[in-house]
């Protein structure tokens, strides 16, 4: 084994099924309190629940208008994605409340997956996976024609799109010190020959992205979702695998899972095992980093 994977998972670490029965896993989150993993059944219209305290698994809720990926805002508050409702929402004590759903007067497509900088913008992706595909949402039009990333600011309501050159945005995450903001355009899930690669692009100002590059290819599948922690590096889906990508773009590690892998989040209570949604079930493995967006 290389160095650089020993550094990255401890001594004897092992993927383990933690819960099943689920149809497509996407969207993971760690909750402090209680201590749970909730993500998203996407064609199951539900949010599940994993709770490794006791080992068990619940429904957090039913008809949920197909929530996608999910994150926590600077309060500690559940916000996910919703292709049904074509929006974000913020969900309290289990009651969601749309965010922002709309853009110039038009709604979004299907809001994909999201995460908030320190300042408290939410920044998400919003290509048409939830409105092209009946399993995900509600068929639809694509009311402004594209495909973009945005950055809304609650406290104001000021919105804007920051990237406007990709396919398919879908994952994203910031480095460590929020310079660089990763978005993966994942195309080719729905087109031959399309995208499945990771770009970066440098935020400026705080509210701005410019000088876009291509980070990674990434192969086999596509960069559904990823993480990245508090070393800058990346934990990216990748088919029936996680790839850990150093900044360069580099692979340092391959953790082979049995299903296709959707999205991923750090978790635990020393937020240090990762939680993978891959296709019907929820894995584990610990791993010796954590979040990046944890420590900010
Ligand atoms: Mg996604």
């Known amino acids: 084994m290389a160095p650089s994977e020993e550094s990255l998972l401890p001594p004897g670490a092992r993927l383990e099924r933690v819960a099943t029965g689920a149809t497509w896993s996407e969207g993971p989150v760690w909750l402090d309190d209680p201590g749970v993993v909730r993500w998203s059944d996407i064609p199951g219209n539900r949010i599940l629940e994993y709770r490794p305290a006791d080992g068990s698994c619940r429904v957090h809720r039913e008809d949920v208008e197909f929530t996608n990926g999910r994150t926590l ?69 694509r009311e402004y024609r594209d495909h973009y990333v945005f950055r809304f600011v609650p406290a104001t309501g000021e919105l804007h799109p920051v990237i406007m050159d990709m396919e398919d945005p879908n994952g994203l995450a910031f480095s460590p010190d929020e310079s660089v903001l990763y978005v993966s355009d994942t195309s080719a899930a729905l087109v031959p020959g399309g995208r499945h690669h990771i770009r970066a692009y440098d935020v400026v100002d705080g509210r701005r992205c410019k000088y876009g590059r291509t980070l990674a290819v990434i192969e086999p599948g596509v960069p559904d979702g990823f993480r990245v922690d508090v070393e800058g590096r990346i934990w990216t889906s990748s088919e029936d695998a996680v790839q850990v990508l150093d900044a360069e773009g580099r692979v340092l590690q391959r953790i082979p899972v049995p299903e296709r892998v959707g999205n991923l989040c750090f978790g635990g209570p020393d937020g240090r095992d990762l939680y993978i949604a891959a296709s019907t079930s929820l894995y584990r493995i610990s791993t010796t980093t954590t979040d990046a967006a944890r420590r900010r």
């Not at 292709?83 to 709604?107: F, I, K, M, S, Y």
């Not at 908030?116 to 409105?131: K, Q, R």
């Open 73 to 141: 805002d600077l309060d500690g508050t559940v916000l996910q994605c919703s292709h049904g409702r074509r929006a974000v929402e913020r969900e309290v004590d289990g009651v969601p409340e749309t965010l922002v759903d709309r853009w110039n007067g038009v709604r979004f497509n299907s809001p994909n997956d999201i995460v908030v900088s320190s300042d408290g913008a939410v920044w998400f992706t919003d290509p048409a996976y939830g409105i092209v595909q009946p399993a995900e949402g509600h068929p639809g039009e």
